[in-house]
């Protein structure tokens, strides 16, 4: 039996990360009493990133499993992507000066739960080893369970990082 892509899971995890993206923005606006600072700026790109590369990558297997018969590198591809995409945006961070050895980034922990800051960090280097993996099909086969999981990660990640938006504020902006 062949297996094929799963459309409604997908659909339902972009859903899932757009509504993320769109609440956030509205809450950073809010919070922000119409000047949004420096640091949510950067706090709310954390919420983007995961969650925008989540909702394109969901869509990405949807594409390629109707134009290619292979499932397998439908998901090969589809993790590569998001790996590839993971690698770029930490290169571009790091970059622009939002490297963790930045002044910037030292303010904006010092605003941050270390529980947060943490535990984001995990995530991502969870998702860009599950996704590396997915990608090389090693140690089983690239499937849909592992690429959709991956995806919920991200959004977990988005969320841990909308959290830490609204409740851990710095002084200057409560």
């Known amino acids: ?13 972009a859903e899932m990360a757009v509504s993320i993206i769109g609440i956030a923005g509205l809450v950073a606006v809010f919070l922000s009493r119409g000047t949004i600072s420096q640091f949510d700026k950067f706090r709310f790109l ?3 990133i995961p969650a925008g590369t989540a909702a394109v990558g969901s869509y990405l297997p949807i594409w390629f499993g109707r134009h290619l018969a292979d499932q397998v590198f439908v998901w090969q591809f ?7 995409t993971i690698v770029f945006g930490q290169l571009i961070l790091v970059r622009s000066g939002y490297g963790f050895r930045s002044e910037f980034v ?27 993996l997915n990608a090389a099909s090693w140690p089983i086969l690239s499937n849909q369970t592992i690429y959709e999981f991956v995806l919920m990660l991200m959004i977990a990640q988005a969320t841990l990082q909308f959290v830490s938006m609204v409740y851990y504020r710095s002084a200057d902006v409560k």
């Open 1 to 13: 039996m062949v297996q094929t892509v799963d459309y409604d899971t997908l659909a339902t995890l």
């Open 46 to 48: 954390f919420i983007v």
């Open 106 to 132: 030292r303010e904006l922990r010092s605003i941050l739960s270390p529980y947060v800051f943490w535990a984001s960090t995990i995530v991502g280097l969870f998702v860009l080893i599950l996704s590396g």
């Open 78 to 84: 589809s993790a590569g992507i998001i790996a590839a």
